[in-house]
């Protein structure tokens, strides 16, 4: 009964690489996230989708593509991974895009790229 | 704009004695705060929130927060540490606009328990 659940946890792949991370959340919510953790624990929101319609997308390369084909549902992928994507990546969703609802986190996907 | 600082990317205490975690923010307009926690390998956890009402504001794990507005602080507190308490702890803000930007994150905090 996972709320937020993404796949992979852990991934190591080649530079050059194209990747997917999966999230699905079963909480009903409106609104999913993806946000990037770096080495040094700082979190920063990447995109954000409001019923399948992206709404925040961030400073991100283009590298880096959300698709989302139901509410429920955010897929990250990243084209011609580079060393500095080592990261993990946190799906999250919440209820509507009031900024007073909590978020409710996935329990990341470790990325490392060699 | 808003932002938050997180005083102290470490903190270590004794099992039992107090926590406090300190957290500052700035935002042009009345914020929304929160604690998250983030257990090793994990993903974060909602410990708290203020949005309005009772600026004394009451969480999970015995952990607790006070809104002051004067000192642009939502320091997060626990009068008892324990061991399973050992973990990240980020702040949190947010601008109550209706606008669908959502969180800005401290640094963290990691909290240490020491035997």
């Known amino acids: 009964d996972t709320a937020v659940s993404q796949t992979p946890k852990y991934l190591v792949t080649q530079m050059g690489n194209d990747k997917s991370i999966k999230c699905e959340q079963n909480l009903g919510h409106d609104t999913m996230y993806w946000y990037k953790q770096d080495s040094k624990k700082f979190l920063k929101i990447m995109f954000s989708?409001?019923?399948?319609?992206?709404?925040i997308n961030e400073t991100v390369p283009n590298r880096f593509s959300p698709k989302s084909p139901d509410k429920a549902h955010l897929n990250l992928h990243i084209n011609s991974l580079e060393l500095g994507d080592s990261a993990v990546y946190f799906c999250a969703s919440s209820q509507k895009r009031s900024s007073g609802n909590t978020i409710y986190f996935g329990e990341g996907s470790w990325l490392t790229v060699v | 704009a808003q932002s938050v600082t997180q005083l102290g990317s470490h903190v270590s205490v004794s099992e039992g004695a107090l926590v406090l975690l300190r957290c500052n923010y700035s935002?042009?307009?009345?914020?929304?705060l929160f604690w998250y926690v983030q257990y090793p390998n994990q993903g974060l956890q909602l410990l708290l929130k203020y949005t309005t009402g009772a600026t004394l504001v009451k969480g999970i794990n015995g952990f607790e927060a006070e809104f002051k507005k004067s000192e642009t602080s939502f320091h997060l507190t626990k009068p008892s540490a324990h061991m399973s308490d050992a973990a990240e702890y980020f702040c949190?803000?947010?601008?109550?606009?209706?606008?669908?930007?959502?969180?800005?994150f401290g640094s963290g905090t990691q909290l240490t328990v020491l035997p």
């Open positions: 935002s042009s307009v009345p914020p929304y």
């Open positions: 989708y409001n019923n399948k319609e992206l709404i």
């Open positions: 949190a803000v947010s601008a109550p606009d209706g606008s669908a930007r959502q969180l800005t």
